[in-house]
């Protein structure tokens, strides 16, 4: 298992290990992230984004409960998909709009608030956990699979100090 923990002094270097997530990025992988309301979810996401070729706006999926984004991956066009399950009520919710068919290997899921949707969710290759602390955020990014650790074995980042 790979562990990883930064400090993120500001927004800037919430975007800057989103880009750097965007570098490493492989169709299949399902990244579920954790933390509380305004803890930089969005954030992260909106720049990975932005690095990984998509130029229009990105909003926080919260009333949609998922938001989809065709990038540039290794040459391939793939699909992201960017969900926040903040407002589902439970995990039917999940499997009744048909989410579950998203999850595939040519897709990429980035997903807020993924414990509301428990027990229908697949296994997650990656978990990230942003925590409120100080001025700015603790981010642990770990790795629950294979295609996961190789991930986060190729990232790339450092914190300005
Ligand atoms: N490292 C950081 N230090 C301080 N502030 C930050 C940092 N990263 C992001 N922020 C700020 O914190 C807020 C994060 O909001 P964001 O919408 O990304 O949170 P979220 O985790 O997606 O919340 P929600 O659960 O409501 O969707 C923004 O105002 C952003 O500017
Ligand atoms: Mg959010």
């Known amino acids: 298992m790979q562990q990883l923990t930064f400090y993120l002094n500001d927004e800037s270097d919430t975007c ?3 880009k750097s997530l965007a570098r490493v990025l ?3 992988l399902k990244i579920y992230l954790h933390g ?3 803890s930089g979810k969005t954030t992260l996401t909106r720049a990975l984004l932005k690095e990984a070729g998509h130029t229009g706006k990105v909003k926080s999926p919260t009333y949609t409960l998922v938001e989809p984004y065709v990038i540039e991956l290794n040459g391939h066009t793939v699909d992201l998909l960017h969900f ?3 407002r589902m009520s439970c995990p039917e919710e999940f499997l009744e709009a048909g989410f579950r068919d998203h999850f595939n290997e040519e897709t990429v899921c980035f997903i807020e608030w993924a414990e509301k949707a428990e027990s229908a969710l697949p296994a997650a290759d990656i978990d990230v956990s942003f925590e409120i602390s100080g001025d700015g955020r603790t981010v642990e990014l770990r ?3 294979e295609k996961g650790f190789r991930c986060l074995e ?3 980042f450092v914190p300005h100090q």
Do not use: A, I, K, M
């Open 16 to 18: 800057e290990l989103g």
């Open 26 to 28: 492989e169709s299949g």
């Open 36 to 38: 509380d309301l305004g």
């Open 84 to 86: 926040d399950l903040y």
């Open 143 to 145: 790795s629950l699979s």
């Open 154 to 156: 190729n990232l790339r």
